[in-house]
Nanobody
Framework: QVQLVESGGGLVQAGGSLRLSCVAS????????MRWHRRPLGKQRELVAS???????LYADSVKGRFTISRDNARNTVYLQMNSLQPEDTGVYYC?????????WGRGTQVTVSS
């Protein structure tokens, strides 16, 4: 069983920054892609960013130019650097690891951006 543990969430003012971390219990090189999703309060979960094993990144339009996903294979860790945060970025952020038809999820970390 794979465990993903997120950290780095918190309360920040609009315009501020946070860096989320996701540590996997096994090598992230064993996954096709690592992703960050978020669930705003009262809304459905949405994909924020992803990075493939080859390093290809993809971002939701709403975060392009502000968020950066990266991976440290040696530490089995994926990061999400979030800059210029806005209140609409508020939500629970989840780490996701995918390989084949298998998807693994962390428990999430809360990000709250005050106006």
């Amino acid at each position: 069983q794979v465990q993903l543990v997120e950290s780095g969430g918190g309360l920040v003012q609009a315009g501020g920054s946070l860096r989320l971390s996701c540590v996997a219990s096994r090598s992230i090189l064993s996954f096709t892609a690592m992703r960050w999703h978020r669930r705003p309060l009262g809304k459905q979960r949405e994909l924020v960013a992803s990075v493939t094993i080859g390093g290809t990144t993809l971002y939701a339009d709403s975060v392009k130019g502000r968020f950066t996903i990266s991976r440290d294979n040696a530490r089995n860790t994926v990061y999400l650097q979030m800059n210029s945060l806005q209140p609409e970025d508020t939500g629970v952020y989840y780490c996701n690891a995918a390989v084949g038809q298998d998807n693994y999820w962390g428990r999430g970390t809360q990000v709250t951006v005050s106006s």
